[in-house]
Structures are given as C-alpha cells and as structure tokens.
C-alpha cells in the first residue's frame, strides 16, 4: 500500500471517507499531478469520447495541480448531482457500492511517486480524477453509475459480485465508443494510463467485439497487463438500457456453473470489430 501520511492520520468515518486536506499536499504531488495530466491530454488526442474532453473542461480538471475537492463539487453536483468523496485505500464493495447508489464517486487521496508515473498497485487519484470523474458530467453514463451501485446490493444478494464486478471492469474502466469518427475511449483505466491508451486503440493484439451484458459478465478479466480483450458501445443508452431489466435470469444462468470465458477467448456469436493477434499476450506468455 502506498505510504499517505495525511490519509494515515486519520480515522475514517463510517462510511469510509477522510478529508483531502487539499493544503497539504506538497509541491511535488501538485507537480506529479500536472506532469500526468499534460502527457495525457498529449497522448489522448483524437482517442478519447468527445464527453470526456467535455467533462474536462467543465470541470478543469488541469494546470493548476491536484484538484481540489471544493472547488470541483459544486461544478459537478450541479451538472449531474454527482459528487466526489475521498476514501484512504480502496474500500469494502458494499461501502463502495453505498457510495455510487448515493451519487458519491469515492477516490483515493494519494497520487503516485515519479518513480512509478506508470505502474500502478491501486488507483490513485489521477486514475480517480482524471480517469473517472470527467464521464460523471454526463447524465447517461451518470445515471448508469447510479444504477450500478444499486445493482451492487442485489449481485451480492445473489453472490453475484464477482459476475458483477466484470461489467464494471469492461466498460467503467475498459470501455472503448463506437463513434463516427472511429473507436474512442470512455473507459477510466485507459485514458488514465499511458501505455494503454495507445495498445487499446492501435495494437493488433487485442481483440475487439461489440458490447454483449451477459457475455462480458462472464469474462474473466486481467488485473496485472493490458487487456486481451475490449468491449465497445454504440451509445451510452445501449449501456444504461442493457442494464435496466432484471438481472435475476441472468444470475441464474450464470449459476448453472456455466465456466467463464477467458480474457481472450472469441465466440462465435461475437460481434468482432477486430479479432486480436495476442501477440503481445503470447510474447509476454502469459
Ligand atoms: N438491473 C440490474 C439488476 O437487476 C441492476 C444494475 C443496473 C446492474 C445497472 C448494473 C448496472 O440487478
Ligand atoms: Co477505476
């Protein structure tokens, strides 16, 4: 776990939250912060969802450091109702879940050292910031965020977190958009990582197939490397209404011990944008 000296002097509230202590952070977090920002905003040209740079913008979100909490509040609560909190490390999945049901986006305090602008162990709070909170300005994809949360509560009723977790996993933080302009990202994973944001969109090795709920909830995912797979949407509609029934039929079949897919595995009743090569997987072997 990463050393937060401010996050370790103090103990959490019930539902896990801390305070920023925006002041407290030093002049080389506020520069770590800028220096991501700006390779990012460099890297990501042409490759991120319009509503992401929108969300940015709306928010700004860059030049002056590590945001502020007070200062990007209000601006988000009155496009969406949505909120940030800060959290110390991650949080238990009902806590976490709690938080989304409630409009409050939790986000780690600390943000990585120079000696890791790459590798991450947890999400710090460029991935949380930058990577998520800009899509939170949209009302579609803000209002899905909402219902995932509430979902949470049910999947865990029905054991189901792990099934569930799949989804968020390849669209909150793995997403790519169809648009007319070709395949952009939404996911927070990718656009808050370097390397990722590039092997996403241009490496052949990855595969690329059209969002399916009830496949994707059972495909297992990677934690450690870039995806073998990615899973785009037409539109954030198509996300938020592919969620609005019930999943109870959906668990259910889940639960017939049905073996999950692997992160590379191609069906085919799969609508392929680009079957992958994994050669960066193979080169990798993994
Ligand atoms: N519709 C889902 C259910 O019945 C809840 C959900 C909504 C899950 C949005 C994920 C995202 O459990
Ligand atoms: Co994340």
Redesign the pocket.
Known sequence: MIHDPVIEAQTPADDFTIKQCWGEYTDDEHAVWDELYARQINILKGRAVPEFYEGLDALTLGGSGIPNLEAINPKLKALTGWEVVMVPHLVPDLVFFDHLANRRFPAGRFIRGRHQMDYLQEPDIFHDIFGHVPMLTQPVFAN?ME??G???L??ER?GMLKQ?AR??WYTVEFGLMETPKGLRIYGAGIVSSAGESIFSLDDPSPNRIHFDLERIMRTDYRIDDYQQTYFSIASYEEL?DA??????DI?ARLKDGQPPYTPDEVLDKDMVLNQGTQAYAKSKAL
């Open positions: 899905y219902a995932y509430k979902g949470g049910r999947a029905h569930l989804l968020y938020f969620t609005q029934q019930d999943f109870g668990y």
